[in-house]
C-alpha cells in the first residue's frame, strides 16, 4: 500500500535517473508527485472527422497511419512526414527531429492526434500534435480530452509525469488519509482529498478542475492559518529577559528624530507608537511592518533599534542579500551613527574584521552563523521577510534570550488579507508615503513608440546633466534565471550600447554574476559610472537609489500588476519627478488593462486588489506568485475561499484546541509548527 510519505523511487518506472530527475522539481515523495499540479489544461475533447477540419481548430482526430517517413530538410534537421485518414479523407502530419517516430507510429495502426490545425501550401495539415494509439476500452491519456500541462525539467516532459500520475491515482492501492474534519467537508461542500487530486490532475472538464483546485486551495489556507494560530499559542507564552524602558528615554528619542533630514510621516509615528508600545512589555514583540516600496521602513527599524540600545540591549537587522545589507549599514550609520559608536556590518566578506560585541550588527544570513556575542539581543529587524524562511527566524532563538522581533516586507497584499494570513503576528501598515514624493508617472508604451520612447531617454539624460539614471529591466518569463535570460539580457544589452545609446555609459547586471559583481554593478550605478543600468528583473527589492529617475520595463505585459509596482518602486525614491515606461509587444486587452491600472494608480495594496479580480476571473492557478506567503495553489483572490478556511479553523480551535480528537490534523499542524518554532 503506497501513502503520501512512499519514497518516489518505491513506483515502478521511477529508477535512479528519474528519481534525481524528479528531486529538480522538488519532488521526492508520492505526494509530492501527486501536488506536481498541472499549470494548464489543453482541451482536445473535441473529436471531428478529417473531412471537417478546419483551420485553427483546436481538435482530435481518431484516424490510421498510411504512410510515415524521415525527411531532411535543407538545412540538415530531420523532420517526420506522415499521412493519416479514416472514412472521410486524410490529413498531413509533420514533427520536426523525432526520428524515432518511424518506428512508434507503423503503418496501418491507428492513432489518436490531438493539436490545432494550420494550413500549409493551402493545404490543411497537423502540426506537432499529441499521438496517442487507440486501445480498445481504454481512455486515451494524452490526447482526445482535457490534457493536463506539467511544469518540466529537463528529461522529464508532462507527458511522463502525466502517466505515473495517472497510474498512480487508478492502478496503484493509493492511501490518502484526508486530514480534514469531516463536518468541515460537509459544511463548505468540498470533495474528500483524494477525489480533489483526481479532478485536479484529469478533470472530464474545466468545472471538475476548478472544484478539485477549490478543495486544495482550501486546506492550504485552512492549514496556513491553523498554523499560524497554533504558533501565535506557543509565542504567547515565550518571556523577554526584561522589558525595553522606552518612557524613559523620551527625550533622547526625540532628538534623533530631530537630526533626520526629513520629518517622519503620520503613519511612521503611528507606527513607531505601536512598536514602543510592544517593547515596554514582556511579552515579546512579533510584529510585522507592512509598508509600500519606499514609505520608509528602514527609518522606524533605526529608531526602535536605538530605543533597544537605550535600554542597554544589542539589536540586529538582517537583510536578505548583501547589497542591502551594506545600504542599510550606511542608513544606520547615519541615523544612529551619531549616537551609537558601535555599529558593525556583517557580511560573508566582513567576517573577520567584525567587533564581536558591538551594540547593532547589520548583515546578511551571516549574522545567524557567527558566533557574535549577542548575550543582550533584545530586538531583531528582519527586513524583507518574505525571503527568509521561517526556520531561519527561528535560529534568531538561540541568540540569547528571546528578543522582540520586528519584520518588514513590501508585499502589496491588501490590508483585510494581511491580517487572516499572518494571523499568528501583530500587523502595522505604513499607509502613506513620505511628504513631497510625487506619484511615479507611468506610461504604456507600444511597438511603434518605442524610437521616441528612446529619444525621450537620451533627452532626459542630456537635460540632468547626466544627473538622473535609468534602469531599463529586459523581458523574462519564468522567476528563475535560466541562462535564456541571461543570453536575451546580454544581446539586449549589446545592441542598446552599440546602437540605442552610444553616447552613454551602461552597465549590465544579470543573475548569472554572483553576489559580489552584482553590488559592484550596483555600486558604480549608484555612483554615476553609469547612466543607464541594463538588468533582468532582479533588481533587488528594497534598493534605494534615489537619483534613478527612469524606469522602462520591456514586456510589461508578462509581469503581474503587484511585480511590475515592486520594479517601479526603484524609481520615484527621491524629490526628482520619476518616470515608468512600459514597453509591450502589442497584447490582449486584458493585459492592457492591466497595464493601465498601473498608470492611474501608484498604491500597491490598491493595485494588489484589482490585479486579484483581474486574476480571479480568468486564470485557473496563480502563478505560484504568492509561493513566500506559503500559497502554491492558493491566490490572494480566493477571497471568500480564506473567509471560508479562517471561519472553520475558528470552530475548529474553541472546539477542540489541542486537536486531540483529530490526529491527523494534530499531527500535520503540530510537528510542522514546533518544527518550525524549535531551532535544530
Ligand atoms: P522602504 O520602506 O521601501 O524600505 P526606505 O526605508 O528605503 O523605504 O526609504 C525610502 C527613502 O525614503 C529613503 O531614501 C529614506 O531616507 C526616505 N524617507 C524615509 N522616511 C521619510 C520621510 N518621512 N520623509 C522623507 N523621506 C523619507
Ligand atoms: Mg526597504
Not at 104 to 118: A, D, F, N, Q, R
Not at 517 to 543: D, H, Q
Amino acid at each position: 500500500m503506497f501513502t503520501i510519505e512512499t519514497p518516489v523511487e518505491k513506483l515502478v518506472m521511477i529508477g535512479p535517473a528519474y528519481q534525481n530527475r524528479l528531486k529538480k522539481l522538488g519532488i521526492t515523495t508520492i505526494g509530492d508527485l501527486l501536488y506536481h499540479l498541472p499549470f494548464r489544461y489543453d482541451d482536445f475533447s473535441l473529436i471531428s472527422t478529417i473531412e471537417k477540419l478546419q483551420e485553427g481548430e483546436r481538435v482530435s482526430v481518431v484516424g490510421t497511419v498510411k504512410k510515415i517517413e524521415n525527411v531532411y530538410t535543407k538545412s540538415r534537421k530531420k523532420i517526420q512526414k506522415a499521412i493519416v485518414s479514416d472514412s472521410t479523407g486524410s490529413i498531413d502530419v509533420i514533427w520536426y527531429n523525432q526520428p524515432f517516430l518511424t518506428n512508434i507510429l507503423k503503418p496501418e495502426t491507428t492513432i489518436i492526434l490531438s493539436g490545432v490545425v494550420s494550413s500549409f501550401a493551402s493545404k490543411l495539415i497537423f502540426e506537432s500534435p499529441s499521438y496517442e494509439m487507440q486501445k480498445e476500452k481504454i481512455q486515451p491519456l494524452h490526447t482526445a480530452r482535457f490534457v493536463p500541462v506539467y511544469p518540466e525539467t529537463a528529461s522529464v516532459s508532462s507527458k511522463w509525469l502525466r502517466s505515473r500520475i495517472f497510474s498512480l491515482l487508478s492502478k496503484f492501492p493509493l492511501l490518502v488519509e484526508d486530514p480534514l474534519p469531516q463536518n468541515i467537508i460537509q459544511k463548505y461542500s468540498l470533495v474528500p482529498q483524494k477525489r480533489a487530486l483526481e479532478m485536479i490532475h484529469f478533470p472530464k472538464n474545466g468545472e471538475e478542475a476548478r472544484i478539485g483546485r477549490r478543495r486544495l486551495a482550501f486546506d492550504e489556507l485552512f492549514f496556513v492559518q491553523l498554523r499560524a494560530a497554533v504558533r501565535r499559542k506557543l509565542w504567547e507564552k515565550e518571556q523577554v529577559s526584561q522589558p525595553l524602558f522606552v518612557n524613559d528615554h523620551l527625550a533622547k528619542i526625540k532628538q534623533v528624530e530631530r537630526d533626520l533630514p526629513f520629518t517622519l510621516t503620520n503613519s511612521q509615528r503611528r507606527v513607531l507608537r505601536e512598536i514602543f508600545a510592544d517593547l515596554s512589555k514582556t511579552r515579546p514583540m512579533n510584529r510585522l511592518l507592512v509598508g509600500d516600496v519606499g514609505s520608509g521602513k528602514t527609518v522606524v527599524a533605526a529608531i526602535a533599534m536605538y530605543v533597544a540600545f537605550l535600554s542597554g540591549f544589542q539589536s540586529i537587522l538582517l537583510a536578505p542579500t548583501e547589497i542591502l545589507a551594506k545600504q542599510h549599514y550606511k542608513t544606520i550609520q547615519q541615523v544612529l551613527g551619531t549616537f551609537i559608536k558601535r555599529i558593525e556590518l556583517v557580511t560573508a566578506e566582513t567576517k573577520k574584521s567584525v567587533s564581536r560585541t558591538a551594540s547593532i550588527f547589520v548583515g546578511t544570513h551571516a549574522l545567524l552563523s557567527q558566533s557574535l556575542e549577542l548575550k543582550h539581543l533584545g530586538l531583531a529587524v528582519i527586513d524583507e521577510q518574505q525571503r527568509f524562511g521561517v526556520r531561519q527566524r527561528a535560529i534568531l532563538r538561540l541568540k540569547g534570550t528571546y528578543p522582540h522581533l520586528l519584520s518588514m516586507t513590501a508585499t502589496p497584499i491588501p490590508r483585510t488579507i494581511a491580517l487572516t494570513l499572518f494571523a499568528d503576528l501583530d500587523v502595522s501598515f505604513l499607509e502613506e508615503l513620505p511628504h513631497g514624493r510625487s506619484p511615479v508617472k507611468t506610461w504604456v508604451v507600444p511597438p511603434h513608440k518605442r524610437e521616441n520612447a528612446y529619444a525621450w531617454i537620451r533627452n532626459h539624460i542630456h537635460e540632468s546633466k547626466g544627473g538622473n539614471r535609468v534602469f531599463i529591466v529586459c523581458p523574462f518569463i519564468e522567476e528563475s534565471q535560466t541562462m535564456t535570460e541571461v543570453k536575451a539580457a546580454k544581446a539586449e544589452f549589446e545592441r542598446l550600447r552599440t546602437h540605442v545609446f552610444p553616447e552613454f555609459s551602461l552597465g549590465l547586471l544579470h543573475g548569472g554574476l554572483n553576489e559580489k559583481k552584482r553590488s559592484e554593478v550596483l555600486s558604480a550605478f549608484r555612483k554615476g559610472k553609469y547612466n543607464i543600468l541594463v538588468s533582468t528583473p532582479i533588481i533587488e527589492v528594497g534598493i534605494d537609489i534615489p537619483t534613478a529617475t527612469i524606469i522602462l520595463i520591456e514586456g510589461a505585459e508578462r509581469f503581474g500588476l503587484s511585480q511590475l509596482h515592486q520594479l517601479r518602486g526603484r524609481v520615484g525614491r527621491g524629490s526628482t519627478q520619476s518616470y515608468c515606461l512600459l514597453f509591450t509587444y502589442g497584447s490582449s486587452i486584458i493585459a492592457m488593462k492591466r497595464l493601465t491600472y498601473l498608470t492611474q494608480y501608484s498604491y500597491g495594496p490598491k493595485l494588489a486588489e484589482l490585479d486579484m479580480q483581474l486574476r480571479g476571473s480568468g486564470e485557473i492557478f496563480g502563478l505560484k506568485q504568492h509561493g513566500h506567503l506559503g500559497l502554491t495553489i492558493a491566490t490572494i483572490a480566493d477571497v471568500d475561499l480564506l473567509q471560508k478556511a479562517r471561519e472553520s479553523v475558528g470552530e475548529l480551535l474553541t472546539r477542540d484546541p489541542l486537536l486531540s480528537r483529530f490526529p491527523l490534523l494534530r499531527k500535520k499542524t503540530l510537528e510542522d509548527t514546533i518544527e518550525e518554532i524549535a531551532p535544530d
